[in-house]
């Protein structure tokens, strides 16, 4: 007989109650959480505004009045100005692009703008109006008035003797910290302190001007009593420094008398001269033929006469004298080369020219480009006239007159640069003629060279 497991107890198999299986009870099942249908995650839907060239980004609101509403707060139009919102095809709901054959769906109704939005995400509308944009965010409003801080002072009296002055400046109604264009006042000044202490009136005045923001002046340098005995130099007006040599064929004495302009003064000479009058200047020297000069009055023997030449301060224009129309500009690397070759071409021995180039290369050296010019002879004579007891005499005057060109100024000099000044025949300015070679004539030649600022 056959009999099924899932039958009744069988005589062979042990009671199901002592067995090992016996003992297993299923377990109790859990009942299953109640779904809280406002528990889901919800994703907030964005909004492009665009009106214009301008954007913005806010919340998509759920209906078609609170979107006009958040598209007029941000435009703020008129009451009687035209306002029409659109939407991009491309940025609408699937639905709604494929029954519209324009660019654009306008959003006219609930309606309307419940269709575009059907399941997206985000939405972009567009605002159609001549309205004026929409004003920018007011600016932050200006901080409050500095009416009230403390000054320091240190002050040296005599060369050693230092004094600290600490006070407090106070202001009634203006602001000592700004303009009323809004300038910061702030920054280092240099200028002229002048504290009067007479009787019963005390004050204190400054004058001054801020100094470059990018460069750094440290209190030593301010209160160093040798940089302010130095300002002297620094400010020092333009000066022609002048070299007068005389080659004449056998020794001979002669009258040299130097005349200057009521625009020129006269600066230091070597050997000095004797004034004969206003602007006037005499030597009177015998003359070797090797070239030696011997001042009679002083007994001095040299190879020179060397004196300088002061203009007016107010008739030196540096961008009127040393011009793209009257003068060549270059780098200080070629122009130095440069100047070696002119020198050559007007007749300068190798001597003459390399003490002329030595003489002067630190100035050169402080610019990186120079632009430079010569001055006819005519011109020279109207500053300082030369004349000499010697008749002929053969006069080559070379009158370098240069200053330095910064980078931007270059520019300015591109039809008169360092090959068109190779090619410039200096010879025809200056009124060089070849019997300044000859070694039979009575000759002067002069050097001189003048930078302006």
Known sequence: MLLSPAGGPSGNLPPQSGSFWGRLKPKAKEPEPPQNPQMAVARTRLLTLAFGDMETIRVLPPSFVELEAVARDWTKPPPDAIFTLRVPVEFASFQAARLVSGPYIYLTSEDSFQIATMGIQGLRVEIVSDAPPPPDDPPAPPPPPVLEMPASFNLELNPGQFVALDVEVASDELDMARMEDGTTVDGQFWGCLDIVHKGDTHKMDFSGTRLPPNDIFTPEFMLDSKILSKLALATKPAMAKCSLSILAPANVYCELILSFSPLWKIGTTWP?????????????????????LENIEQQVVTTAIYYEAVPEPGMVDPLEFVAP????AMSFRDFIPHLNNVLDQLGMSIHARTVFVNNNLSSFAGHKNIAYRLLSPGKIAAAIDITVTQDPCIFT????????????????????GEKEANTYNWREVIGWSEDSKDSTMFRVLETSILEIF
Do not use: C, Q
Request: aromatic share 14%.
């Open 272 to 292: 000095i001269g004797e004034n004969i009058g206003e602007n006037k200047v005499k030597y009177f020297v015998r003359v070797h033929p090797g070239g030696a």
């Open 325 to 328: 129309r009257n003068s060549f």
């Open 397 to 416: 005057r070379i009158f370098l007159i240069w200053r330095g060109v910064s980078d931007e100024e270059i520019g300015n000099f591109a039809t008169s």
